[in-house]
């Protein structure tokens, strides 16, 4: 027993504690209830709500068990007289102005505030003074207030300071007047502002989308996993019914805590998009039609058996999903496998690790003493992983980022490179050099001096215990990924830091394990047969004879839409498993399989850490839509292929997880032959751009609450004063975005964190569809 | 660490505040130490407040936030707080009558209601043509040995009578 554990003891009961900790940890580790609003254990301690009051002996007073330190031989009562009068007067005060509008309120049976004045109100108010009324503000299309209902406890106040690193809500006024709020009318932004639903203790702040929709008594639950990014946060599925009508985090300390983001809670009001597909379609007369099964999949099965089938699927899908994608590619006798649908430079797939993993736990993202992140926006990619990111910085961690813009953080970046795209591989050389990194592989370096910064985000990896280099999702959508990875690689070697890759997609890992690339197997062993297949780009790049499109939208997901559009629609042969019928399928397609969405189907992701989780379907799918494993199968049995016979698709994962036996997790790798350095482009305006947050996925993208939030508005050309001054361009001004023959029309957006030369034109959204690569030469000017 | 969020875009404070105001806040902020600049909160509100005839507008605070590297709400927070701000537009004189209980144990009340009764207006508003401001006064002015008082525009007037209420208010321009 070390000199830290003391003894207490707690209504007659001994117990073990820290010294200094707070009381409430100790009697909420004993099961020993302590009603309170304020207190989180998350948050740090406020002690303004005054329900946690109990008897300590020897203190005059009753102490508040929230702010109250454990010293040795404490007599804790929580339940005698005074402490129960404390808790009762508390109680009193806290209803004085709560309205009782129970019956019409979302967190009715759920509702902390109704649930202790159950234990410990009275049955009638002595107060018949007027009540306080609060007018409400907007603050955006995903949070609802109600703040008559709010009893000042402070959580979202502190959540918004503390955990999400923006201070946007807060407490204004004073005594009777005291609000909490914006005080100006204005969007919360943050991508993980839906937490704070969750920790009001009242109504005051409701899940908007779901608002007036059900009584949580009526709901039934069942766990999930997020599929929008490579977290795998751990979620609660609540249907009503048959319908979802809700999404809550499920409590998971390694994972994702207890929050989740904003597109894991509100991504599932896409579920009932007016895009689903409820039928299976084929083209007739050059239009889609609904068609029955059979119908359907024999003509699936017609358009497969061609001489050059590329099989395209989504690192969105299910790792069943993904797996069976590549196995019915490859029993059709091709290679062409790929799920890089967003990738642009393929040449360092053979040095890629089995699988692109953090290299480390996410709890050990709180620990870093230094971090480099190459191309991430972690804070709206990975928006749980960057939270814990954010919590090493606080400690003083010197994390620097390079990047084709400035992202706004919420955290302060030692070092925060922001520069054109193709200056990247420039700014990570110098970084390597510093750092004395072994990098003379590399062919046709021109003279590089490392300057200080450099020398700084060197040193700091260098000197750092625990140290990282994180390659983000900008990276493997950029050009220059090969020589990105070479780099990083180094650097890693170089400082010791451990190379973390972060999956781009919520299966990302999953699909390298599944064999979803054209170099390897499931399992990551080499090909069979006919040697490597054609990656994405390569399978679009001309027209093949026939496609399985699993989940993808190609004007969407593809690095090159434009591109790909033009090669599935030259082809006659598009066949597409998918859940929603987006422009682009409606174009290309000419046999719409309907399939199940996350919630529908059994399905295992696997998260940047390797953690493989499998749910299973909470819903039914609509109409004749099923769960993909069971179009595979009956696919496969159209086609005459053997091996698909599956009787659950738990079968479809224990195969898999034959294939993945005793695989050596590891990013670092040596190259065979290093990539030749990436010389800047010769253009006069660049395009650069990124995958935005709620752009990611079909589920995401249909999300109605979160394309209207703020970082749901991303269609706009932005680019900096000194680009907007040469291009004679104003704020606001509509322009015409034209790159290799297509154009589309956007908005500008003035904004200095765009580096010159460049506009910032993002992919994944309709209206930048008709354009091409995400990075590389544009012409912009007004109409 | 900087604390304002990243997504906010504030005001350059030299946009708002005039050179007077900056120089004042500036002179404030250096009586603290670089990383503690919030510290000079109150005296920057006050300033701005000064700059903006009695009261402080959205802008004004998001120029202070600016200024003391502060997240707006935090500024929203002090200014709302603290009674010596007006976070909306009020009259160009501020009329504080103490209403604490030496000045109404020595005849507040009709202090009061005679200033009411001659502009027409309650305690909290401002007259039509902006020149007068009613504010309720919810401290103790610390001036019992002289109640009923009052403070006009930062100037203590002591043993009030309607008479003399009526000259100094017409006083004023």
Redesign the interface.
């Known amino acids: 027993m070390s000199d830290d554990t003391i003894q207490i003891t707690v209504d007659g009961t001994p117990l073990t504690a820290k010294r200094g900790q707070m009381l409430i940890e100790v009697t909420d580790a004993a099961g020993i209830d302590v009603p309170r609003f304020c207190y989180h254990k998350k948050l740090s301690v406020a002690a303004n709500c005054r329900m946690c009051l109990v008897e300590v002996e020897k203190a005059p007073k009753p102490l508040p068990a929230c702010a109250t330190p454990c010293m040795p031989d404490m007599v804790v009562h929580t339940d005698s007289r005074v402490a129960r009068d404390a808790q009762k007067g508390t109680m009193e005060f806290l209803l004085i102005n709560h309205p009782l509008d129970c019956p019409i309120c979302d967190q009715g049976g759920e509702c902390e505030l109704q649930d202790v004045a159950m234990g410990y109100g009275n049955g009638a108010s002595q107060y018949t003074e007027g009540k306080r009324v609060v007018f409400d503000k907007y603050i955006g299309p995903l949070i609802a207030t109600e703040m008559t209902r709010c009893i000042h406890c402070t959580r979202c106040v502190r959540f918004g300071e503390e955990i999400a690193g923006i201070r946007e809500l807060g407490a204004t006024g004073r005594g009777e007047n005291v609000r909490i709020g914006t005080y100006i009318e204005k969007s919360v932004v943050s991508e993980v502002s839906g937490n704070v639903i969750d920790i009001c203790p009242v109504g005051a702040l409701t899940a908007r989308p779901s608002r007036f929709t059900a009584r949580a008594w009526e709901l039934s639950q069942q766990p999930g996993v997020s599929p929008h990014d490579s977290v795998g946060s751990n979620i609660f599925i609540h249907m009503d019914g048959s319908t979802v009508n809700r999404v809550v985090p499920r409590d998971n300390e390694s994972i994702n805590e207890v929050w989740i983001a904003d597109r894991d809670r509100f991504s599932y009001q896409g579920l009932t998009s007016a895009e689903r597909v409820t039928a299976p379609m084929i083209r007739v007369d050059g239009e889609l039609q609904a068609t029955d099964w059979s119908t359907a999949l024999s003509a699936a099965a017609a358009k497969l058996k061609s001489d050059s089938l590329g099989v395209l699927t989504s690192a969105n899908n299910t790792l069943e999903e993904l797996y069976l994608s590549q196995k019915l590619g490859r029993a059709l006798g091709s290679n062409n496998v790929d799920h890089r649908l967003g990738q642009a430079d393929f040449s360092a797939e053979d040095a890629a690790p089995v699988m692109p993993w953090l290299g480390m736990g996410l709890n050990d993202l709180e620990t870093l003493d230094a971090a480099l992140l190459i191309g991430s926006n972690i804070r709206k990619d990975q928006p749980i992983a960057a939270l814990r990111l954010r919590k090493s910085a606080l400690k003083g961690a010197s994390i620097s980022f390079i990047n084709p813009r400035h992202f706004p953080l919420h955290f302060d970046a030692a070092e925060n490179i922001a520069t054109r795209f193709d200056r990247m591989v420039t700014e990570l050389y110098a970084v390597a050099k510093a750092a004395g990194a072994d990098v003379s592989a590399m062919q046709d370096v021109p003279s590089i001096e490392s300057e200080e910064r450099h020398q700084r985000i060197a040193d700091a990896l260098q000197n750092g215990e625990r140290a990282a280099v994180f390659l983000g999702n900008i990276s493997v959508q950029h050009p220059d990924y090969a020589q990105l990875q070479f780099l990083a690689n180094a650097l890693a070697k170089a400082t010791g830091a451990t190379l973390a890759m972060l999956p781009e997609r919520a299966n990302t890992a999953g699909a390298w394990l599944a064999g979803a690339v054209p170099h390897r197997g499931a399992g990551g062993k080499a090909v069979q047969g006919n040697g490597r297949g054609l990656n994405a780009t390569q399978m679009l790049d001309e027209s093949l004879q026939s496609y399985l499109l699993v989940g993808v939208e190609p004007e969407l997901d593809a690095a090159n839409p434009a591109q790909a559009v033009k090669a599935l629609q030259a082809s006659n042969g598009v066949v597409a498993i998918s859940a929603y019928l987006s422009d682009g399928l409606k174009q290309v397609a000419d046999v719409v399989l309907p399939a199940a969405t996350f919630t529908e189907t059994f399905g295992t992701y696997v998260n940047a850490t390797g953690n493989w989780q499998s749910t299973r379907g909470a819903t039914n799918p609509p109409g004749d839509a099923r769960p993909a494993w069971k179009i595979f199968r009956v696919l496969a049995s159209e086609l005459e292929l053997d091996g698909f016979e599956y009787n659950s698709p738990e079968d479809i994962t224990r195969e898999l997880q034959a294939s993945c036996g005793g695989i050596q997790l590891g990013n670092l790798t040596d190259f065979s032959s290093a990539p030749a350095f990436a010389a800047a482009r010769e253009a006069d305006l660049l395009r650069a751009g990124e995958t935005p947050i709620y752009a990611t996925d079909p589920v995401v993208r249909r999300s109605q609450p979160l394309q209207k939030s703020l970082d749901g508005k991303q269609a706009f050309a932005t680019m900096a004063n000194a680009v907007a001054q040469k291009l004679s361009l104003g704020d606001g001004d509509t322009v015409s975005v034209r790159q290799n023959g297509s154009a589309v029309t956007l908005p500008v957006k003035l904004d200095n964190n765009v580096p010159d030369g460049c506009v910032w034109v993002p992919t994944g959204l309709p209206e930048t569809a008709a354009l091409g690569e995400l990075f590389g030469a544009i012409e912009v000017s007004k109409v | 660490?900087?604390?304002v969020?990243?997504?906010v875009h504030l005001p350059a404070p030299e946009t708002v505040l005039n050179e007077h105001s900056i120089h004042e806040i500036e002179e404030w902020m250096s009586r603290y130490p670089e990383d503690r600049k919030q510290s000079a909160v109150l005296a920057a509100l006050s300033i701005a407040q000064h700059q903006n005839q009695g009261w402080l507008s959205?802008e004004l605070m998001d120029a202070v936030a600016a200024k003391l590297d502060m997240?707006?709400?935090?500024v929203?927070?002090v200014a709302?707080?603290?009674?010596m701000f007006e976070t909306r537009p009020v009259g160009r004189h501020c009329v504080a009558i103490c209403t604490n209980i030496s000045c109404m144990l020595m005849g507040s009340d009709t202090i009061v209601d005679h200033v009411e009764n001659k502009y027409g207006i309650k305690l909290g508003d401002s007259t039509e043509d902006g020149r007068i401001y009613l504010k309720v006064e919810e401290e103790c002015l610390a001036a019992c040995a002289g109640g009923p008082m009052m403070q006009v525009d930062h100037v203590y007037h002591t043993q009030l009578t309607p008479e003399k209420v009526d000259e100094i208010l017409d006083a004023l321009d």
């Open positions: 660490m900087s604390s969020p990243a997504d959205t997240p707006p709400i935090a929203y927070e709302s707080f603290y009674s």
